[in-house]
């Protein structure tokens, strides 16, 4: 299994602002991903944080308004720039075992943009 | 268009009442997944059905994945206040282990 913490685990920011997330995970991994999910939704896969590349965005996601940095197998970050209440969700970040193919999620942030 | 869609999106039961969650999409599944995710946690996997037809139990929650592998289900027998969740199921993109997210089904179980 995989042990990941989240910092913050809550903010409140102002709207133009930008906030970043982090995601430690207890053990190297390969795979990392980043979610949203928005206030009473489901979740939806922001990128895919490669460690020693760019991230992969999914459709509707771009790297201006959610940088996300992957300096090594245990951490990355995720930016949410220039914020607007619609950015108000909740971001998790989620690693895959190799091993045995199951995905493990942090228990999330939960951002409200003002 | 969802390529997952689940009902109901909302279900409050009483404690010891059966109920069951439905997930369904026009696209034949290779493997589905289900997770429950409680408030300030993230979701947390269930169960992975990968064959036609397939069932598999987890205490009071049984799992189907239909013949023809478009649908699946879960059912809580005596639901607990403790099934208290989200509950979603999820298909696994074999290329990277991305996974795509059902609406999620909101259960609500009263003492």
């Known amino acids: 299994s995989a042990v990941i913490s989240q910092k913050p685990s809550r903010d409140i920011c102002q709207r133009g602002t930008s906030l970043t997330i982090q995601c430690q995970v207890d053990?190297?991994?390969?795979?990392m991903f980043w979610y949203r999910q928005q206030p009473g939704q489901s979740l939806t896969l922001i990128a895919t944080?490669?460690?020693?590349?760019?991230?992969?965005?999914e459709s509707g996601f771009v790297i201006d308004k959610f940088p996300i940095s992957r300096p090594n197998l245990t951490f990355s970050t995720l930016t949410v720039s220039n914020m607007s209440p619609e950015d108000s969700s909740i971001y998790l970040c989620?690693?895959?075992?190799?091993?045995?193919?199951?995905?493990?999620f942090g228990p999330g942030t939960r951002l409200t943009v003002l | 268009t969802q390529l997952l869609e689940q009902s109901p999106q909302f279900l409050s039961i009483q404690e010891g009442e059966n109920l069951t969650v439905y997930c369904n999409s026009s696209?034949?599944?290779?493997?589905l997944q289900w997770y429950r995710q409680e408030p300030g946690e993230g979701p947390v996997l269930l169960v992975t059905?990968?064959?036609?037809?397939e069932v598999k139990k987890l205490k009071r929650l049984t799992f189907q994945f239909g013949d023809a592998r478009k649908d699946s289900s879960l059912h809580i027998t005596a639901a607990q206040p403790g099934d208290t969740g989200l509950y979603l199921c999820?298909?696994?993109?074999?290329?990277?282990?991305?996974?795509?997210f059902g609406g999620g089904t909101r259960v609500l179980v009263k003492p």
């Open positions: 989620s690693v895959t075992d190799g091993r045995t193919d199951t995905q493990y």
């Open positions: 053990s190297q991994v390969t795979m």
């Open positions: 944080a490669n460690q020693g590349s760019e991230a992969t965005y």
């Open positions: 696209s034949v599944f290779s493997s």
């Open positions: 059905v990968v064959t036609g037809g």
């Open positions: 999820a298909l696994i993109k074999a290329a990277g282990n991305k996974l795509t």
